[in-house]
């Protein structure tokens, strides 16, 4: 079956710290793969998208790479702040419904 | 350039009654997806809605629940015959049309709670 992991434990860093937030999955063949953030009560925020030829993208702080082989993208946040606390959530489409199916997500705090 | 509206925002109802999401996309945009959410766990896709077309509705249970996105006007989201278990955050994102931007805006989305 498919499945989207995003690891469960929160993860706790310093702040200036560089954060690295993994996705990984299994029997997708994705056209791309996105990442949001969602604050609580609030809904998901699109942060980056990476197709499946890509390797890597950079926007400000945040990089997104994506191993197709390995099945995994990272995301990492540099010079993290306290305001980066949130869950952030990955999404995968595959080429055929172009449907985002979602990971549970990880839950980051920066501690000040 | 207003955002993805859901509303109500809190809804509450008692078992058995009829619940209505409202969710007006961005302006352009003409791809609806309508998602579920529970404590502590994971976004749940539910349907997939073009104007006037339900195009994937393979999250969505076959009973008590239906939704559509009419020509004019919002996409609704219907559950009739509220039980306890559908109390949850129900979320509504929209696109604009494939092959032009895959991005998806998500509304603040409904907090439903049956009582």
């Known amino acids: 079956s498919q499945k989207i992991e995003q690891n469960s434990e929160a993860l706790n860093i310093q702040e200036g710290k560089t954060a690295t937030l993994t996705c990984n999955y299994t029997n997708y063949s994705p056209a791309y793969l996105q990442w949001y953030r969602q604050d609580p009560g609030r809904g998901p925020v699109f942060l980056l998208l990476?197709?499946?030829?890509?390797k890597e993208k950079r926007k400000e702080r945040l990089k997104v790479t994506f191993d197709t082989t390995l099945k995994q993208s990272l995301f990492h946040i540099t010079a993290s702040q306290p305001a980066d606390s949130a869950t952030y959530l990955c999404?995968?489409?595959?080429?055929?419904?172009?449907?985002?199916?979602f990971g549970r997500g990880t839950s980051l705090i920066v501690h000040p | 350039n207003a955002g993805v509206m859901q509303n109500p925002r809190h809804l509450v109802r008692r078992r058995g009654q009829e619940a209505r999401l409202r969710c007006s996309p961005m302006?352009?945009?003409?791809?609806v997806y309508w998602y579920r959410q529970l404590p502590e766990e994971g976004l749940k896709f539910m349907v997939y809605?073009?104007?006037?077309?339900?195009?994937?509705e393979s999250g969505m249970p076959k009973e008590r629940f239906s939704a559509e996105f009419p020509k004019e006007g919002p996409s609704i989201l219907r559950i009739q015959q509220v039980v306890r278990g559908d109390s949850a955050a129900y979320f509504c994102?929209?696109?604009?049309?494939?092959?032009?931007?895959?991005?998806?805006?998500f509304g603040q989305g409904t907090r439903l709670t049956v009582v």
């Open positions: 994102a929209s696109s604009p049309p494939t092959g032009t931007n895959t991005e998806a805006f």
């Open positions: 990476i197709r499946e030829n890509e």
């Open positions: 999404a995968l489409a595959s080429g055929g419904s172009y449907i985002p199916t």
């Open positions: 809605l073009q104007k006037e077309n339900i195009i994937d």
């Open positions: 302006k352009g945009h003409s791809h």
